[in-house]
């Protein structure tokens, strides 16, 4: 809608083919002084839908009372958080909060009516539908993000995946505007719910949401499922599943690693037995020759030629059999038993020479992507599947070179300029991964309520959790050259676990760091 009369109009003409809306040229009866106003309102059930949302969300024309609203609505999700730190850091830290909420997007109308992908017009039970679900990407971080700062939301995100799920026969993807885009692989609405589950989230029915998970990655059907062949062989053959096999086979067996904790939790002793042998698969794909998860056929033979360096990705020309990666990448893509990794890569001597040549070499990825961005070594910060690596020293008893890695990906790869973003936000995982990081902690597996330390970048936070209670975190004496942890507080006793735990953050805690310019011994 416009405030002033259209007088004109001219119909252009198709630009392509693949044009479906007509383009105008609109002429309005006003004078050079004044000001056109339009509003734009949307629906995905109909034209009468989004009416009625106009009517009710932007009935008049005041545009500092709508720029108001949005502003008080922003800033009750932005101050959650309270940082204390230079100006970059707090723009660094508010701007990637922003990010962050962009998104899930309610998209069902002010009645209640979407659309979701049964195509046809659905009623939600709380007149809440949320789509635009980056689930490859935002479960790392972004989703544990939402359970501590947002967890009044989390039971909504869940119910909104279930109506999916049972409309489309298994967990959103990667979702977006109702609909399924298959865009990535695993299917990581699971890691979300479980960890929620775990976590003590109610407002969701329990065993509707495992009834979805087994459906979603043992019975439903869709070209990236192949459940047969998957328990079949134990990993995904790369000459039967031509691209992604190496990379579907080690995200699949996180969700699978996810649902097993739920069986257990539901007393679902056969399913937790079938699921946490499956989560193990990814030890077929390991190759002593090569040091890395190397693609293997339906006959147990090894890719040959192989070149660990090699970037591929199955939305690109590349194809490939990885997922915006390479070999070396995803080696470290085991998010449920980094112990049970190192183990497979010959114990923690062995790994922690990989890990140093993982971050340290100087031969550079063979091939370029867009999406791998932000090179340390082989390390790409620019993308999800390196996100957790630096913090794995932690299993390696040398937290001081996560510390380090996490001050040099901070400094080099966040910064307050246009450009100042190493890689794609994905719907505020990137962002997600900072504000953790800059907090000085981690959740490596998301679905393990833990959050494993780092070192934090700002000399303060406070989050306000809920009832009455904050969680604090200070950096005593941070500073460009104190970057190490001397030590650890929680609540003002000596804490020694590599990680704190979600329920000490929402019972609301003091954790302070202490930091010094060398590695504590």
């Known amino acids: 809608e416009f405030d002033k009369p259209i007088i004109d109009k001219e119909l252009l003409e198709p630009q392509s083919q693949f044009e479906k809306s007509s383009r105008y040229i609109l002429t309005f009866g006003m004078d050079e002084a004044e000001t056109l106003n339009m509003k734009i309102s949307m629906s995905s059930a109909s034209v009468e839908g989004a009416r009625a949302n106009m009517a009710a969300e932007a009935s008049d024309w005041n545009f500092d009372a709508v720029y108001q609203n949005a502003k008080n609505e922003w800033n009750k999700y932005l101050q959650r958080v309270q940082i204390a730190g230079s100006n970059d850091d707090k723009v660094n830290f508010y701007t990637s909060l922003y990010h962050l909420y962009i998104q899930p997007n309610n998209i069902a109308d002010v009645d209640g009516k979407y659309i979701g992908p049964s195509r046809e017009v659905t009623q939600a039970p709380n007149k809440k539908y949320y789509s635009t679900w980056s689930q490859w990407d935002i479960f790392r971080a972004g989703f544990p993000m939402y359970t501590l700062l947002t967890p009044e939301l989390i039971p909504e995100f869940i119910n909104s995946m279930l109506e999916y799920s049972e ?34 989230t109610k407002g969701f029915d329990a065993e509707r949401a495992y009834a979805e ?43 699978d690693y996810c649902a097993a904790l739920m069986a257990k939790e539901l007393g679902k002793t056969e399913d937790y037995e079938f699921f946490m042998n499956r989560s193990n698969y990814y030890k077929n794909l390991y190759d002593t020759e090569s040091q890395a998860m190397r693609p293997k056929d339906s006959e147990g033979n090894w890719l040959t030629p192989f070149d660990p360096y090699e970037l591929a990705h199955a939305d690109s020309s590349i194809g ?46 063979t091939g370029t992507l867009a999406d791998v961005t932000g090179l340390i070594g082989q390390y790409a910060h620019g993308n999800e599947p390196s996100h957790h690596i630096a913090y794995i020293y932690s299993y390696l008893d040398r937290p001081e070179e996560t510390q380090r890695l996490v001050r040099q990906i901070t400094t080099d790869f966040y910064k307050n300029k246009p450009d100042g ?53 200070e950096a005593k004496n ?44």
């Open 167 to 200: 409309q489309k026969g298994h967990l959103p993807i990667w979702s977006l505007w109702g609909q399924e885009t298959y865009t990535m692989i695993g299917n990581h609405s699971i890691p979300m719910i479980v960890g929620a589950y775990l976590n003590g």
């Open 213 to 255: 998970i087994k459906k979603s990655i043992n019975e439903s059907k869709h070209y990236k499922s192949d459940w047969e062949m998957y328990d079949q062989y134990g990993y995904y053959p790369y000459d039967l599943i031509k691209v992604e096999s190496v990379s579907r086979t080690l995200e699949c067996g996180f969700d």
């Open 320 to 365: 490939g059999h990885y997922t915006e990666g390479n070999a070396l990448q995803y080696t470290w893509h085991v998010m449920q038993d980094i112990p049970g990794l190192i183990e497979v890569l010959g114990g923690k001597e062995e790994a922690n020479k990989l890990l140093d040549y993982f971050f340290n070499t100087e031969q550079g990825t």
């Open 421 to 473: 973003l190493i890689g794609n936000d994905d719907c505020g995982q990137m962002s997600a991964w900072y504000m953790f990081s800059a907090m000085g902690f981690y959740p490596m597996n998301p679905v393990s309520g833990e959050f494993v330390f780092g070192a934090p970048q700002i000399p303060a936070a406070q989050i306000n959790v809920g009832n009455g209670k904050v969680f604090s975190m």
């Open 478 to 521: 941070l500073s460009e050259k104190n970057l190490y942890v001397e030590k650890i507080e929680l609540n003002g006793e000596l804490y020694t676990e590599k990680f704190i735990t979600y329920a000490d953050i929402m019972n609301g805690s003091s954790l302070v760091f202490y930091m010094t310019d060398k590695p504590a011994k």
